[in-house]
Every structure is written in structure tokens, then in C-alpha cells.
T-cell receptor
Framework: QQQVKQSPQSLIVQKGGISIINCAYE??????FPWYQQFPGKGPALLIA?????SEKKEGRFTISFNKSAKQFSLHIMDSQPGDSATYFC???????????FGKGTTLSVSS | NAGVTQTPKFQVLKTGQSMTLQCAQD?????MSWYRQDPGMGLRLIHY???????DQGEVPNGYNVSRSTTEDFPLRLLSAAPSQTSVYFC?????????????FGPGTRLTVT
């Protein structure tokens, strides 16, 4: 049973455009929703995270939008750059849980 | 701080061989974990530890053992390697005591079992 569903599997965006990656979760006990960025040959790196008490969190060009009632959250990358080309993973966890549950990942390619 | 370190970076094993993947962190994090990453599957939790002397199973523990004798080290042992264990293995640690929040990952070990 996949608890975190991520889409799309791959995404191609023009330089300067907006990249949007979506995730949906099932477990209402989840209370921490991070996004990780992974470059080829590297480990995932924590990019940005949100708690369900806010609907949006912004850090530079990266924004998480969170919809608690729909059990969905998304990552928006504004002014996408070729250096943003990477695989992005959403994840979820809970205070009582002991694991991050990951989505299957989205490969983003930003064309110049 | 070196963060989370993993050795080796690459390893080739024959079916039936055993080996230990090393993981160490110098951030005094209580929580540590091991994930495997396979194409199209995301990252799946193998084992985790909430502190020295305490370990537990994750989603895909079969064929793997762990121990946690110190806060710094969390080795992963493959008992009898199988081709299905060909994967990239990541170790991670978290500064949040007792939970998996804010995990920081090592650079990974790419394992091939022939």
C-alpha cells in the first residue's frame, strides 16, 4: 500500500518557467511533509518542509502548498533554472512514526 | 562536521557473499536509518535506530541486519547477498530525538550482486 503518491513521474520545463510536482497522502496522522532534491550520484538533500498548521511555505524560489482537507501537497519551483534539473521526492512522517515515507520521485529537466 | 559518511562508495559481490556497509555521523544524532533506492521505487526503509542499543525493522528488512553500539555508527550487514539486493543504499540521521523528521542523507553505496 503506497501511502504517498507522487506525480508526475517526469517533467520537462523551459528555463524561467514554473515547475509543479504534486503529492497525495493517505495517513491523517502525518504531520511533517518534506521535499528532497537528489542529483545523479548524490544522496537526497532536504530542500524544504512544511507542517500541516500552515497552508504555504516559501524559501527563495521553492514553495510548498499544503491542502489538509484534500490530503495533498505540492512543490512549486519558480523561475526554473537548468541547475534545478534533478529528481525530487516528497515524503511524509508523523510524530509517532519512525520512518519517512517517500513518494516514488519526479525527474525534472529544465531546458535552456 | 563531515555529516553522514558511508563506505564503500561502490561494491560488487557474488551471490551468497556477506558484507557490511558502514555508516557514521558526527552530529550526535540519536536517530539513524538505512534506505535502499531502486529505479521507480523511491526510497524504502530497511532498518532504523532511535538510539544506541535500539534498532527496529522498516519496510524491507529481510536479508539485512543492523546493530547500534554507539551513537555515531550504524552498520548494515548483508548476510548472504542475492541479486535482488542490487541497489543504492543510503544511510541517514536525524537531529529530532525519537522521530524521523529532518533526515540528512549520506552519499550512498552502490551495490551490485552478481
Amino acid at each position: 500500500q503506497q501511502q504517498v503518491k507522487q506525480s508526475p513521474q517526469s517533467l520537462i520545463v523551459q528555463k524561467g518557467g514554473i515547475s509543479i510536482i504534486n503529492c497525495a497522502y493517505e495517513n491523517t496522522a502525518f504531520d511533517y511533509f518534506p521535499w528532497y532534491q537528489q542529483f545523479p550520484g548524490k544522496g537526497p538533500a532536504l530542500l524544504i518542509a512544511i507542517r500541516p498548521d500552515v497552508s504555504e511555505k516559501k524559501e527563495g524560489r521553492f514553495t510548498i502548498s499544503f491542502n489538509k482537507s484534500a490530503k495533498q501537497f505540492s512543490l512549486h519551483i519558480m523561475d526554473s533554472q537548468p541547475g534545478d534539473s534533478a529528481t525530487y521526492f516528497c515524503a511524509a512522517s508523523s510524530q509517532a512514526g519512525t520512518a519517512l515515507i517517500f513518494g516514488k520521485g519526479t525527474t525534472l529537466s529544465v531546458s535552456s | 562536521n563531515a555529516g553522514v559518511t558511508q563506505t564503500p562508495k561502490f561494491q560488487v559481490l557474488k551471490t551468497g557473499q556477506s558484507m557490511t556497509l558502514q555508516c557514521a555521523q558526527d552530529m550526535n544524532h540519536e536517530y539513524m536509518s538505512w534506505y535502499r533506492q531502486d529505479p521507480g521505487m523511491g526510497l524504502r526503509l530497511i532498518h532504523y535506530s532511535v538510539g544506541a542499543g535500539i534498532t527496529d525493522q522498516g519496510e524491507v528488512p529481510n536479508g539485512y541486519n543492523v546493530s547500534r553500539s554507539t551513537t555515531e555508527d550504524f552498520p548494515l550487514r548483508l548476510l548472504s547477498a542475492a541479486p535482488s539486493q542490487t541497489s543504492v543504499y543510503f544511510c541517514a540521521s536525524s537531529p529530532t530525538s525519537g522521530s524521523s523528521y529532518e533526515q540528512y542523507f549520506g552519499p550512498g553505496t552502490r551495490l551490485t550482486v552478481t
